[in-house]
Every structure is written in structure tokens, then in C-alpha cells.
């Protein structure tokens, strides 16, 4: 099972998620656009695509990467193979798939509850499982896709996580996170401003003391879903050829 991942900032790696996919027996193949790795045009080399999180904005067209990202989540989608989007990644797979993305009214940081839908329930990534206080750390939000389907939503941010064609996932949340990927962030110069001037470290500790079990245990389950959703993509296929 080979898993390709987008990573676009050197501090926002692939944390429980990557864990989870590793232990259902993944080999996760890592390319860094921040470095400037280039993206493959066709999914054949590849079972699943993981698209993280990053200072980005899916708005800015001056990200040369994106474009051609655009073209490749819908090529992935185009052949069953499952994609999961986190927060930029989220954005992303609006975009892929015509919807607007644009400025939230504020930027939304730090573990902020989430509702799953009524359509949660029957969703192979989600159903069952339990809705924690996920991170957040975004300016930007987005509109759903035609005919995607809302599974989660939040009081400061509505559109938390959805379902759209015929294997994508995304999450607006970071629920990859881990203890040393929220130290790192805590430590980022752009932390304290999306603070609001408080102490980002001092933020992050507190909150993390309070949900990071149980998001990350969301995060690690998520991750081992989608992986064994991707395996089976994979043995379909090989049924097929």
C-alpha cells in the first residue's frame, strides 16, 4: 500500500495520522512543496494521497504547485483511489473540485469542538467514532463542493469535515497533531500573532493538557481507517486487472 503524502511545511508532518498508516502497513512516499518536490501527474504509482496542512493559502495562484495538486486530486478521485485532506489540504479538495475558498471571519486557533452530522453515522471514516475538541490553526475557510456530503461541523468555523466524489475525505482541523508538531508550532513566530499577543506556548500547553489524548486518539483512528479503506481500494484494483 503505497500512500503518497503532500507535506507543505517542514513543521506540519503527518504526526498520528502517518503513524496510523504505517502500523495498517503503508509505505508513505513524502513530497515536501515548500522544497520544492515535484507533484506527480498521475496517481498509477500510488494507492492513496494525504494532503497536510501548511502556511499556504489555496486562494494564492502564485503557489506554482497547486495547479497541477488541482489535476491530481481529481485524478485520484477519478480512479477510486481514497484521498484525506487536512485543513490546507481541506482547502485544496474544495478547490479541486469548483468550490470557493476565501477568508474566515477570524482566524481560528487552538482545540475547538466539533459535531459530527446526522451523516456521520453511516460514513465509512467516521461513523462511530467519538467528536473531541480538534487544533485549529486557519484564516482561510471554504464552500462544499457539488454534492459533497457535511459530516462535521463547529460553532467558529462551520465546515469542519466532509465527504466528496468518490473516495475524498477532508478535515478543516489539524487532526494529525502530535505533542512535538504543536511544540514546534508553538514556537513559530506567526503563532504568537494568531494569538492575539498571548503566549502561544503557555496556550498550547494548556490546551494540549486538556484534549490531546483524546483528539489524537480521533487523529490515530482516522488515519487507520482511511487505510485500511485505501488497502481495499487497492485490492479492487488489483481484482480488476
Known amino acids: 500500500m503505497r ?27 513524502v513530497r515536501r512543496t515548500y522544497a520544492g518536490d515535484p507533484i506527480p501527474e498521475s496517481p498509477a504509482d500510488h494507492d492513496g494521497l494525504l494532503l497536510l496542512g501548511g502556511e499556504q493559502s489555496a486562494i494564492d495562484d502564485r503557489h506554482a504547485f497547486m495547479p ?8 485520484f478521485d477519478g480512479a477510486a483511489k481514497p484521498v484525506l485532506g487536512i485543513c490546507l489540504g481541506a482547502q485544496m479538495i474544495a478547490r479541486a473540485f469548483g468550490a470557493r475558498v476565501h477568508r474566515h471571519r477570524e482566524v481560528e486557533l487552538g482545540f475547538t469542538p466539533m459535531r459530527v452530522t446526522e451523516h456521520a453515522a453511516a460514513d465509512p471514516l467516521l461513523g462511530g467514532l467519538p467528536a473531541p475538541p480538534v487544533m485549529q ?11 459533497a456530503v457535511l459530516l462535521a461541523t463547529g460553532d467558529r468555523c462551520h465546515h469542519q469535515a466532509y465527504r466528496v466524489g468518490r473516495a475524498t475525505w ?13 511544540h514546534d ?5 506567526a503563532a504568537r500573532d494568531a494569538a492575539g ?20 486518539a480521533l487523529g490515530r483512528a482516522v ?8 488497502e481495499a481500494a487497492r485490492r479492487r484494483q488489483g481484482a480488476r486487472g
Open 137 to 147: 490553526w486557519h484564516e482561510d475557510t471554504f464552500d462544499l463542493p457539488e454534492g
Open 170 to 182: 477532508a478535515f478543516q482541523g489539524h487532526i494529525e497533531v502530535d505533542r512535538g508538531i504543536l
Open 197 to 216: 499577543g498571548r503566549d502561544p506556548v503557555a496556550l498550547f500547553e494548556s490546551e494540549m493538557a486538556l484534549h490531546l489524548d483524546a483528539a489524537s
Open 3 to 29: 500512500i503518497l503524502i503532500v507535506q507543505n511545511e517542514a513543521e506540519s508532518h503527518a504526526g498520528v495520522v502517518g503513524e496510523a498508516l504505517r502500523e495498517e502497513g503503508g509505505t508513505l512516499e
Open 223 to 230: 488515519g487507520s481507517r482511511w487505510g485500511r479503506l485505501v
Open 185 to 189: 508550532w508553538a514556537r513559530m513566530p
Open 68 to 75: 497541477p495538486l488541482f489535476a491530481l486530486i481529481r485524478r
